[in-house]
């Protein structure tokens, strides 16, 4: 069965200071993709930063990027200078075969200014 | 504007009663979802279309139905509504190159 994790359900940061959020995952195909999703208090789903598990690479998005460990089936986001509106619920999501998009339960982020 | 559009926004339902759910999208993408959101618990898949013609179930799809009416729409139907599907309802909808999966607004269900 397909997977997700998300270990811490809240974290804070200062502004201007970076974070990690933590995501593990399972998934028993070799071909599948990892999504970061933002949730304002708005309720609107955004898409942060994607990653293919073929790449080795780690995906960056201005202040968004991810260390992807494929062997350890680990995918956290890192926000660099963290900012007011950072502040949100972020969702890990693996995509894997038939188009199955499994989502993990989510941490709440605060940032204090 | 181009998106996914569900309908309606807000519901209050009694148990027993039934209800569809409904979303459409004009971005031409081939899959689609429907997922209920609840405190702590995330997004958590109830069915799944890959395609027109085809769907799957996801993580919790009992008490649920679902219809790919066409490319455009996929609904979610409550036959008899239970109090434990009070929930936040979304619907989304991805391309086949899996860029990313586009949600709509949701949809807060409530049942007394």
């Known amino acids: 069965a397909q997977t997700v994790t998300q270990s811490q359900p809240e974290m804070s940061v200062q502004e201007a200071e970076t974070v990690t959020l933590s995501c593990t995952y399972d998934?028993?195909?070799?071909?599948?993709?990892l999504f970061w999703y933002k949730q304002p208090p708005s309720r609107q789903m955004i898409l942060v930063i994607r990653?293919?598990?073929?790449?080795?690479q780690n995906a960056t998005e201005n202040r968004f990027s991810v260390n992807f460990q494929k062997a350890a089936k680990s995918f956290s986001l890192k926000i660099s200078d963290s900012q007011l509106g950072d502040a949100a619920m972020y969702f890990c999501?693996?995509?894997?075969?038939?188009?199955?998009?499994?989502f993990g339960p989510g941490t709440s982020l605060s940032v204090i200014p | 504007n181009a998106g996914v559009t569900q309908t309606p926004k807000f519901q209050v339902l009694k148990t027993g009663q039934s209800m569809t759910l409904q979303c459409a999208q004009d971005?031409?993408?081939?899959?689609m979802y429907w997922y209920r959101q609840d405190p702590g618990m995330g997004l958590r898949l109830i069915y799944y279309?890959?395609?027109?013609?085809?769907?799957d179930k996801g993580e919790v799809p009992n008490g649920y139905n679902v219809s790919r009416l066409n490319k455009r729409e996929f609904s979610l139907r409550l036959e008899s509504a239970a109090p434990s599907q009070t929930s936040v309802y979304f619907c989304?909808?991805?391309?086949?190159?899996?860029?990313?999966?586009?949600f709509g607004q949701g949809t807060r269900l409530t049942v007394v």
């Open positions: 999501a693996c995509l894997s075969w038939g188009d199955k998009v499994i």
């Open positions: 998934t028993s195909e070799s071909d599948y993709y």
């Open positions: 990653q293919e598990a073929y790449k080795q």
């Open positions: 971005m031409n993408h081939n899959s």
């Open positions: 279309s890959a395609s027109e013609g085809t769907t």
């Open positions: 989304a909808s991805m391309w086949p190159i899996r860029t990313a999966a586009f």
